[in-house]
């Protein structure tokens, strides 16, 4: 069962959808549009999020869409994370997704860390950590790529191995970190990628 503090927030965000500008539901459903292909011809959907130091917007991606697949019953979807480079996955995207009420536990004590992330107790927890969107623990082919900012939108016109490629870039939360209140700008963030993730994966219902 979905612990009750995510589906009280879950439900908050398909309140939320009138927020969603025109523009990005057109990019959204663009998306929807490729995982439905995607499910359609291959009989699954691999989403891998892309950002440049895959530590912050592409985790909440993947997360997002993890849960989002359980909550609209879209079988078929496997959500996944990567970057142009490798750092690790950032201490304040994590307390973010904690304060949604994500159970979250570090599987190992090294410089880049993975992490189990929990919205049940029951489903797969998403895996995150920090790696090059191409690490083999990633789809190599037949995968959509969802560019989630914008430096890595830039600097990767083609990736290869994938069916589509769709940028929906997100401000990046990390400008929060030196400022009084760091959490404010990845709760917004989270929220915001949430959104538009579940407004995304309702089309496909």
Same mark, same amino acid.
């Given at each position: 069962? *979905?612990? =009750? =503090? *995510?589906?009280?927030?879950?439900?908050?965000?398909?309140g939320e959808f009138g927020l969603i500008s025109q523009d990005r539901k057109e990019i959204l459903a663009k998306l929807a549009q490729g995982i439905r292909s995607s499910l359609d011809q291959h009989g699954r959907a691999d989403l891998i999020y *892309?950002?440049? +130091? !895959?530590s912050r917007r592409s985790h909440f991606g993947q997360v997002w869409a993890h849960v989002g697949a359980a909550w609209y019953g879209v079988n078929g979807i496997s959500s996944f994370s990567g970057g142009?480079?490798?750092?690790?996955? +950032?201490? !304040?995207? *994590?307390?973010?997704?904690?304060?949604v009420g994500f159970q979250i536990s570090k599987t190992d004590? #090294?410089? !880049?860390?993975m992490y189990?992330?929990?919205?049940?107790d029951e489903d797969q927890p998403a895996l995150c950590f920090s790696k090059r969107y191409d690490h083999e623990a990633n789809p190599q082919s037949d995968f959509i790529? #969802?560019?989630?900012?914008?430096?890595?939108?830039e600097n990767c016109p083609f990736i290869p191995g994938a069916l589509y490629r769709i940028a929906?870039?997100?401000l990046d939360p990390k400008a929060g970190d030196n400022g009084p209140e760091p959490g404010k700008l990845y709760d917004e963030r989270c929220r915001q990628i949430g959104r538009e993730t579940f407004y995304m994966l309702s089309l496909l219902k």
């Open positions: 069962m *979905i612990y =009750q =503090q *995510i589906k009280d927030y879950c439900r908050e965000l398909e *892309i950002c440049t +130091h !895959n142009t480079e490798e750092t690790a996955f +950032h201490p !304040n995207a *994590i307390e973010a997704l904690r304060r004590e #090294v410089a !880049n860390p189990e992330v929990r919205f049940d790529a #969802v560019m989630t900012c914008g430096e890595a939108d929906t870039t997100y």
